[in-house]
C-alpha cells in the first residue's frame, strides 16, 4: 500500500481509513446485535472484499434467513477472485482496523475478537449523511455481521468462501 501523498486519487478517496472503518464498524456493529458478542478478528478480513464489490453486495440476500452455505451454492459466482480481492483489500482492513482502534470506535477484547463500541447513533448519524453506493456498502456491511453471527464459526465462514484462517 502506497503512503497517502502517492496514492491514486481513486483509491484515497474509495479507500479512506474513515470509510473502510465504517463499514467494518458497521459489519461488527451488526454481529454483535444478532449475537451478542464481538466478532473474530478473522472475520474483519472478509466485510471489505464482500461489502464493497458490487456484484457481491447486489446479489446477498435481504434476510439471514437464508444460510451462507446456501447462498453461496446457488450464487458461486461470487468466490470467483475473491480470494485476490481479499489479499488486495487485506492491507486497507489493517488500516480500518487501527483507525477504529485509535479513535475508539472499536476495541480488541476476548482473544483478539473486534468489538464495536462507537454509538449506534454515531452510526447511523454516518449512514444518513451517505447515499448511493457508499451508503448500500455500509448498511450491506452490517446484515454482513448480523449473517456471519448466525453461521456456526469463522473457520465454518471462511472455508465456505475458500480462505482459511
Known amino acids: 500500500m502506497n503512503p497517502w501523498p502517492q496514492r491514486i486519487r481513486e483509491e484515497a478517496h474509495l479507500l479512506n481509513p474513515a470509510f473502510t472503518c465504517l463499514t467494518l464498524i458497521s459489519a461488527c456493529a451488526?454481529?454483535?446485535?444478532?449475537?451478542?458478542r464481538p466478532i473474530p478478528f478473522a472475520l474483519?478480513?472478509?466485510?471489505?472484499?464482500?461489502?464493497?464489490?458490487k456484484q457481491t453486495r447486489?446479489?446477498?440476500?435481504?434476510?439471514?434467513?437464508?444460510?451462507?452455505p446456501a447462498w453461496l451454492q446457488?450464487?458461486?459466482?461470487?468466490?470467483?477472485?475473491?480470494?485476490?480481492?481479499?489479499?488486495?483489500l487485506r492491507p486497507y482492513t489493517r488500516e480500518a482496523l487501527h483507525y477504529g482502534l485509535a479513535s475508539n470506535?472499536?476495541?480488541?477484547?476476548?482473544?483478539?475478537?473486534?468489538a464495536c463500541v462507537a454509538p449506534h447513533s454515531l452510526i447511523d448519524r454516518a449512514i444518513r449523511q451517505l447515499s448511493g453506493d457508499a451508503k448500500d456498502c455500509i448498511s450491506r456491511a452490517r446484515f454482513l455481521g448480523k449473517w456471519f453471527a448466525v453461521t456456526p464459526s469463522a473457520s465454518?465462514?471462511?472455508?465456505?468462501?475458500?480462505?482459511?484462517?
Not at 58 to 68: F, K, N
Not at 105 to 114: F, M, P, T
Open 44 to 53: 474483519t478480513f472478509m466485510v471489505l472484499p464482500i461489502a464493497l464489490h
Open 156 to 165: 465454518t465462514i471462511m472455508a465456505l468462501w475458500g480462505v482459511r484462517p
Open 30 to 36: 451488526g454481529f454483535m446485535e444478532k449475537s451478542s
Open 58 to 68: 447486489d446479489t446477498l440476500p435481504h434476510t439471514t434467513r437464508t444460510s451462507v
Open 74 to 88: 446457488c450464487n458461486a459466482e461470487a468466490r470467483i477472485g475473491f480470494y485476490d480481492r481479499l489479499m488486495a
Open 105 to 114: 470506535w472499536l476495541e480488541a477484547v476476548d482473544s483478539g475478537n473486534i
